[in-house]
């Protein structure tokens, strides 16, 4: 009796266990990351540069993107090249998707993960500033998604979305940077079920990450908030690790995203009264 148990059970394991991360999932896969010329971005390029993509990097900064890439070919990328300019134009993220298609002819996996400047303080009642930031945060990621859409329909590729813990629960002090955050959910979880139900091959997967330890998230944050940050590097690596597994949500750091994510739903009050309280309010110097 034990043989046959035995055999339904590992045949259970190997056809219902989520497959695993393996780098060779990538080599040879033509990326663009947004953002890449700092912070998760930037680290996100060298990862996938070990793994021997092509890759396409975009930012504002040309000179900080010329040593993002000369670095990923040292590391081993099949081939890597920059496009500068800001996604606070709208035309620019059609210019960059267009530069992936002249360059090769196709596209798998499109990483958006920029943000434009946003204070950390109360909400001062700017609401020009949120309107551009809405055009840098979230209507910027639908115009890359809807430019690059035939291209990764025909490679049946992946959109990786990085978001943020405020784009699900509320979080002070950040009222116009968490309003676009939330707006990426609201539409890439619309676009998935209408994928699914089109049978569009292209996964989305939606990163919501918790404080990393990226220089202008320490710099805005680490004198208000409590919560020791979770290193970049690693954030970097579980976002492509998703994105390759075609995951419909990344949380990272796992424990604190998955427990916040629980209780917004099961113990909303608690949670943001323990949200406030990692919060040293004192600190914050009111602009
Ligand atoms: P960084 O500030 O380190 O990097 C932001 C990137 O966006 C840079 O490459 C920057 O380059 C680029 N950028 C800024 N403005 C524009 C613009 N107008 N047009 C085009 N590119 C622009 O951010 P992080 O690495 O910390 O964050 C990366 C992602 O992770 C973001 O989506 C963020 O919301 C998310 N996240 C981060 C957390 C953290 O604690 N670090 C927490 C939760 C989510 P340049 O200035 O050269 O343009």
């Not at 303080?121 to 639908?142: A, P, Q, W």
């Amino acid at each position: 009796i034990f043989i046959p148990l035995l055999g339904a059970a590992l045949a259970f394991y190997f056809y219902s266990a989520p497959p695993s991360f393996n780098e060779e999932m990538l080599r040879g896969k033509r990326v663009i990351v947004t953002g890449a010329s700092s912070g998760i971005g930037e680290q996100m390029a060298y990862h996938l540069a070990r793994m021997e993509t092509h890759l396409l990097l975009t930012a504002r900064t040309e000179a900080k993107l010329q040593k993002v890439v000369e670095q990923c070919l040292e590391l081993g990328a099949a081939s890597a090249r920059y496009i500068s300019g800001s996604m606070e134009d709208p035309s620019f993220p059609e210019v960059v998707v267009r530069e992936a298609e002249n360059t090769w002819g196709g596209l798998d996996m499109l990483i958006l993960n920029h943000i434009g400047h946003s204070t950390f303080n109360y909400f001062d009642g700017n609401v020009g500033h949120i309107r551009k930031l809405l055009e840098t945060n979230f209507l910027s990621y639908v115009a890359m998604t809807t430019s690059a859409l035939p291209m990764l329909r025909e490679s049946e590729g992946s959109i990786v979305v990085v978001s943020s813990l405020a784009g699900k629960v509320g979080s002070p002090f950040a009222a116009s940077y968490s309003a676009t955050k939330f707006a990426l959910d609201g539409f890439f979880s619309s676009l998935r079920h209408e994928f699914i139900m089109d049978k569009v091959n292209v996964s989305i997967t939606l990163c919501i990450l918790g404080y990393i330890n990226t220089e202008s998230a320490v710099r805005a944050v680490s004198h208000v908030l409590r919560d020791k940050p979770a290193p970049k590097e690693e954030c970097a690596l579980e976002i492509i690790k998703a994105g390759a597994l075609r995951q419909r949500e990344l949380h990272y750091p796992p424990w604190v995203v998955g427990t916040a994510v629980l209780l917004r739903d099961i113990a909303p009050e608690f949670l943001d009264s323990s949200i406030r309280s990692s919060y040293r309010v004192e600190n914050l110097k009111r602009t």
